[in-house]
Nanobody, 116 residues
Framework: QVQLVESGGGLVQPGGSLRLSCVGS????????MSWYRQAPGKERELVAQ????????SYADFMKGRAIISRDNAKNTVYLQMNSLEPGDTAVYYC?????????WGQGTQVTVAS
């Protein structure tokens, strides 16, 4: 069955860094656009970053530009999100998403908490 498993979340101090990973299985990973979303308590889920199938097309939400790098390793069926200069406002559950046309898969999420 299709699975997306995120890891790498945790508690970090303001100004710190985290690297999130998401491993996909059960679907042709390299054919899918991969994205990271986040959802803070009481807020809607929002797109953080997106990377195209071969990695040539990348985009970031304005709030994350200059502070994050999304990358993927199709040989390992893994997408990464390196986040730097983290702020308390970045506290949220971060979700991995795989999308191809009408196929749309989500991971279970990993909690990121930025606090001193």
């Amino acid at each position: 069955q299709v699975q997306l498993v995120e890891s790498g979340g945790g508690l970090v101090q303001p100004g710190g860094s985290l690297r999130l990973s998401c491993v996909g299985s059960g679907f042709p990973f390299s054919s899918y656009t991969m994205s990271w979303y986040r959802q803070a308590p009481g807020k809607e889920r929002e797109l953080v970053a997106q990377i195209s199938r071969a990695g040539g097309g990348i985009s970031y939400a304005d709030f994350m530009k200059g502070r994050a790098i999304i990358s993927r390793d199709n040989a390992k069926n893994t997408v990464y999100l390196q986040m730097n200069s983290l702020e308390p406002g970045d506290t949220a559950v971060y979700y991995c998403n795989a999308r191809l046309n009408w196929y749309d898969y989500w991971g279970q999420g990993t909690q990121v908490t930025v606090a001193s």
